[in-house]
């Protein structure tokens, strides 16, 4: 392979030693240079000779009160002292401002999570970001791959829930599951496992799944559950509940929101696992953007400031 003389030139630069230059000339004395930049007196004189050689100017030369700059040296101190700034500056993270951030900012979840979170959210945002403009994406079959990708900044996921390679995770709030039916409903504000045999379910499926952990435990006890519809939204699976015989068991903080509008019940279920622990979930390999970190700090406190952890599900 040929290089030009201008490519041979930049490859035998040091950039160590654009530091040891910037304080010889301003110092224009290499052994006070050479104390600043932390070099022994004889690697100082080292430092200067291939100075010396790649420049190919002997920088500082004697004169009659002492040393001074050779004219080459002279002409280098303004755009090095600029070349250095501008490395800096390079190096150095600014400090991070939400006000000044012009951004789109796309979270992931279902219906249930963005009305407990979503209002206080965007409040807290267009008082601390205004030029920050938050995107709510519903979840779907590609939601890993999107966020991976950067696509998608953060989701909300169960803790128990496996997380795909190159994810992070922290706690954001907990919830616990609830029975929920009409006011009025046959069952008399009490439920037993028996009794998702006899009312049908409302199942509420984000990627196309319907089997569960409730499921499973049911058909342990040699039950099954007749489905009464298969809705994409856990809004939807209520409003049915409120005008049927039929159930869904969901969260409870987001039934309770529901319960005096529409006329529901919450009752304790008799299941073996009932908590629901929520974490928020985003790309590792963006652990360092200031953004997120900041949209994560700013949903942990919309949690504690909404009071999102419930308490056990009782009958109202």
């Not at 279902?110 to 206080?120: F, N, S, W, Y």
């Not at 046959?186 to 089997?211: E, N």
Request: proline share 8%; aromatic share 4%; net charge neutral.
């Amino acid at each position: 392979m040929i290089f030009t003389m201008h490519e041979k030139h930049l490859r035998a630069i040091d950039l160590n030693l654009l530091p040891v230059l910037e304080a010889l000339l301003r110092h224009r004395n290499a052994t006070r240079a050479g104390a600043e930049v932390g070099l022994s007196q004889p690697a100082m004189s080292r430092a200067l000779g291939r100075l010396r050689h790649l420049l190919d100017d002997p920088l500082l030369v004697r004169g009659p009160g002492g040393q001074l700059l050779s004219p080459r040296a002279q002409a280098l101190r303004q755009p090095l002292a600029a070349l250095l700034a501008d490395v800096s500056a390079l190096l150095v993270e600014p400090p991070f401002d939400p006000a000044a951030e012009r951004r789109t900012l796309r979270l992931a979840m279902t219906d249930a999570q963005a009305e407990l979170i979503l209002a206080p959210l965007v409040r807290r945002i267009r008082m601390a970001a205004p030029g920050v403009m938050l995107e709510w994406v519903p979840i779907g079959p590609g939601l890993p791959a999107q966020m991976l990708s950067g696509e998608i900044d953060l989701t909300f996921a169960l803790d128990t829930t496996p997380l795909p390679r190159g994810a992070a995770s922290e706690p954001l709030m907990t919830d616990s599951l609830a029975v929920v039916v009409r006011n009025g409903h046959p069952c008399g504000g009490r439920w037993t496992k028996a009794d998702y045999a006899v009312y049908p379910s409302i199942i509420v499926s984000l990627l196309g799944d319907r089997a569960s952990d409730m499921d499973a435990e049911l058909a342990a006890a040699g039950l099954d559950r007749p489905i009464g519809a298969v809705v994409p939204s856990f809004r939807a699976a209520a409003g049915i509940v409120a005008a049927t015989d039929g159930v869904t068991t969901i969260s409870h903080l987001f039934a309770a929101r529901l319960a005096g509008p529409l006329g529901l019940t919450l009752i304790d279920p008799p299941l073996l696992n009932k908590r629901l622990g929520v974490v928020t979930v985003w790309a590792s390999h963006r652990r360092a953007d200031p953004m997120l970190g900041w949209l994560r700090q700013l949903l942990r406190d919309v949690a504690a400031k909404e009071g999102l952890h419930a308490s056990s599900s009782t009958s109202q």
